[in-house]
Nanobody, 124 residues
Framework: QVQLVESGGGLVQPGGSLRLSCAAS????????LAWFRQAPGKAREYVVG?????????PSSDSVKGRFTTSRDSSKNTLTLQMNSLKPEDTAVYYC????????????????WGQGTQVTVSS
């Protein structure tokens, strides 16, 4: 089974940018969707943005990150990236890379493959 490993988290000031990466071990099967979720302390996991791996068709992001976060696929590196701009303190969370067979959906429990997560902290 494919494994996902996130990297790139850290501490950033409000208004700053950060780029997360999700490296997949092995080939991601066709017909799969990948997405980013996040979980802040005391809150449920929240959908951020996703894409269909084959063709890299991106699904709409959540309203909370619209216009600030984008995801893309780097085929040569078998990697999914999350570019986060204009970061806010409320973006502080553990960010997860996830995968499932089928389309991008916004319910966390529908994803069968999860990375270990990477912490993003937005603070001055």
């Amino acid at each position: 089974q494919v494994q996902l490993v996130e990297s790139g988290g850290g501490l950033v000031q409000p208004g700053g940018s950060l780029r997360l990466s999700c490296a997949a071990s092995g080939r991601i099967p066709s017909g799969h969707a990948l997405a980013w979720f996040r979980q802040a302390p005391g809150k449920a996991r929240e959908y951020v943005v996703g894409l269909i791996w084959a063709g890299s068709t991106t699904s709409p992001s959540s309203d909370s990150v619209k216009g600030r976060f984008t995801t893309s696929r780097d085929s040569s590196k078998n990697t999914l990236t999350l570019q986060m701009n204009s970061l806010k303190p409320e973006d502080t969370a553990v960010y997860y890379c996830v995968a499932r067979r089928g389309i991008v959906v916004r319910r966390a429990s529908d994803y069968t493959i999860w990375g270990q997560g990477t912490q993003v902290t937005v603070s001055s």
